[in-house]
């Protein structure tokens, strides 16, 4: 399995190593306002943080599809959940962010299919090809949130 990296999959882990992870420091600042303030505390947090990361690289390697799957998720409710934050509404709340979150993520994916697929390309070896086919589902569904979406802003 490790044997299948190429070239580009060790740039794209040394670009997550070196942008991804000192992105994702900040995580250390919040731990440190949440809780972990004595410095065995915070060693632990980052000891458990780079364990994490490197159980995810691990992980991904060998369950490419699986991992960008989580990852696509945990992705529209991210975009999703940002979204609503903005809003002064209580009502339809997993629905808006349902429809936001993945209006992002496969509007971007739909409107440009060939240069996403690329890129899924690379984070799976090749493998997002085998269910590629199954893409109209959550085009689908996306039209279908954004159906609902414009009759629950008139009504």
């Not at 731990?31 to 992980?59: E, N």
Request: proline share 2%.
């Amino acid at each position: 399995m490790i044997a299948d990296l190429t070239i580009l999959n060790i740039i794209s882990f040394l670009l997550i190593f070196f942008i991804g992870l000192p992105h994702g420091s900040f995580d250390g600042a919040v731990a440190s306002l949440v809780g972990f303030k004595k410095r065995i505390q915070f060693l632990q947090f980052l000891f458990y943080y780079l364990a994490l990361f490197f159980l995810v690289i691990l992980f991904w390697l060998y369950f490419p599809i699986t991992c960008l799957t989580i990852f696509i998720i945990m992705t529209i409710v991210h975009f999703g959940l940002c979204d609503w934050t903005n809003f002064k509404i209580s009502k339809y709340k997993y629905s808006v962010s349902f429809t936001y979150g993945m209006t992002i993520i496969f509007g971007i994916i739909f409107f440009n299919e060939n240069q996403s697929f690329l890129i899924f390309e690379y984070l799976t070896n090749d493998k997002i090809y085998q269910i590629q086919k199954y893409f109209f589902i959550p085009y689908s569904l996306t039209l279908l949130s954004i159906i609902y979406f414009i009759y629950l802003s008139f009504f």
